[in-house]
């Protein structure tokens, strides 16, 4: 093996830089599909709570449950499978989102079903909480 | 042992750096190409193939070549999948990966002075 020449100090510098800029090249390139899924998933399910508030009709629920359950389709099959990177930490980011969504809509959807079908009082402001832990991690994904 | 500045607050010179900062340099990942693949991988949990070659700026063949040589240190981890039916190779930096590049990276950072 070759004896490995030590760098002299501007030498030095200048490899840290260039380590620094690809990292950041990295992450410019992989995009943020992970904080668009996300982003498109608060979308998703603000729209479909609010489609809730005025479902009074089984049919009704039906379709705005169908349309929910396409987007969210769509969304997972056309940005996460080409997803090129996956910036550090992003696997902890978006189980925290996921699992914090996924508590407040369980909970929302049971109460909301049981006892206030169509009442807009309890399903708008339902909207806005059970979207925040999606946009709030879409938030962190993208400053990650 | 550490190098004393020199009376004029210039930088040492590279021949009376530490020894200690010298030792600490990572054969595996002293090219400036590895570095910059490694430091790339540090930024992400996993990577496909192309995103490191144009975030590097290296050809295929020169990335493919590196990437070989860092997984065989056990710095890289390499996975191959599909992406529709396109094969895609994705690569991650391993823990003794990371660590290798952070001692590299204090290392340089006391060569150039900033610590």
Known sequence: MATMHPPTPDEARALLRSSTTSAAAVRDIGGNRHAQWLTGHAVAVFSYFAAMATADQDVEVLVSSAAYAAALALLSVTLLPGATVSKSGMGRRWLRALLWWGAIYAACMVVGASFFRAEPAFWLPAAVVTALPLAIGALRENRA | ?115
């Open chain 2, 1 to 115: 042992m550490t190098a004393a500045p020199a009376p004029d607050g210039a930088l040492p010179a590279p021949d009376v750096v530490g020894a200690s900062a010298r030792v600490r340099l990572d054969e595996v990942i002293h090219a400036p190409v590895r570095l910059s693949i490694v430091a790339a991988l540090a930024a992400t949990d996993e990577a496909e193939f192309g995103a490191v070659r144009d975030a590097v700026e290296v050809s295929d063949s020169a990335l493919s070549k590196h990437a070989s040589a860092l997984e065989q240190a056990g710095y890289v981890a390499v996975r191959k999948g599909y992406v529709g039916k396109r094969p895609r190779t994705w690569l991650k930096l391993t823990p003794p990966g990371r660590d290798a590049l952070a001692a590299h990276l204090a290392a340089l950072r006391r060569i150039a002075g900033d610590v």
